[in-house]
């Protein structure tokens, strides 16, 4: 099979409605490492960069309440810092590149999604349709 290990996506295609940041960029314990109260930091597998998590909150209206909060990590060499707050937002929008997802199983038997990032930042502004002025006036 061609696909192994962590498929590409864009991030439109993982949050077509947005996400919104909801939490604290922490870092990823690496549990086998980590002993007798020593924490130590994940590393990825793939590329040795730390990895940090953010909680984020898709913007799709149709998830079920559980469904909204998702864990995104973050493969950064320093802690990446999220973008200011909007004014008049509850929560800060954010967008991520160089995504990629890995499936997995769940505890509770289910598929689930492992999503990894290289880089986050503000959205990017997107181009808004213009009104024509003075449409064919003749």
Same mark, same amino acid.
Request: charged letters at 20%; glycine letters at 6%.
């Given at each position: 099979?061609?696909?192994?290990?962590?498929? %590409?996506? =864009?991030? @439109?295609?993982?949050?077509?409605?947005?996400?919104?940041?909801?939490?604290?960029?922490?870092?990823?314990?690496?549990?086998?490492?980590?002993?007798?109260?020593?924490?130590?930091? *994940?590393?990825?597998?793939?590329?040795?960069?730390?990895?940090?998590?953010? *909680?984020?909150?898709?913007?799709?209206?149709?998830?079920?309440?559980?469904?909204? =909060?998702? *864990?995104?990590? /973050?493969?950064?060499?320093?802690?990446?810092?999220?973008?200011? %707050?909007?004014?008049?937002?509850?929560? =800060?929008?954010?967008?991520? @590149?160089?995504?990629?997802?890995? %499936?997995?199983?769940?505890?509770?038997?289910?598929?689930?999604?492992? /999503?990894?990032?290289?880089?986050?930042?503000?959205?990017? %502004?997107?181009?808004?349709?213009? *009104?024509?002025?003075?449409?064919?006036?003749?």
């Amino acid at each position: 099979m061609a696909l192994q290990g962590p498929i %590409p996506v =864009t991030f @439109d295609m993982v949050f077509p409605h947005g996400c919104y940041v909801v939490g604290e960029v922490e870092p990823v314990k690496d549990f086998d490492a980590s002993s007798n109260g020593r924490f130590v930091q *994940a590393r990825d597998k793939q590329t040795g960069e730390l990895v940090w998590q953010v *909680a984020v909150m898709d913007g799709d209206p149709t998830l079920k309440p559980a469904q909204k =909060t998702v *864990a995104v990590k /973050i493969l950064a060499p320093v802690q990446p810092v999220p973008p200011q %707050p909007m004014p008049g937002l509850p929560f =800060t929008p954010v967008e991520f @590149d160089g995504m990629s997802v890995t %499936p997995y199983v769940n505890a509770a038997s289910r598929l689930a999604y492992s /999503i990894k990032v290289r880089e986050m930042h503000a959205p990017r %502004p997107t181009a808004q349709p213009t *009104a024509k002025a003075g449409k064919d006036a003749a």
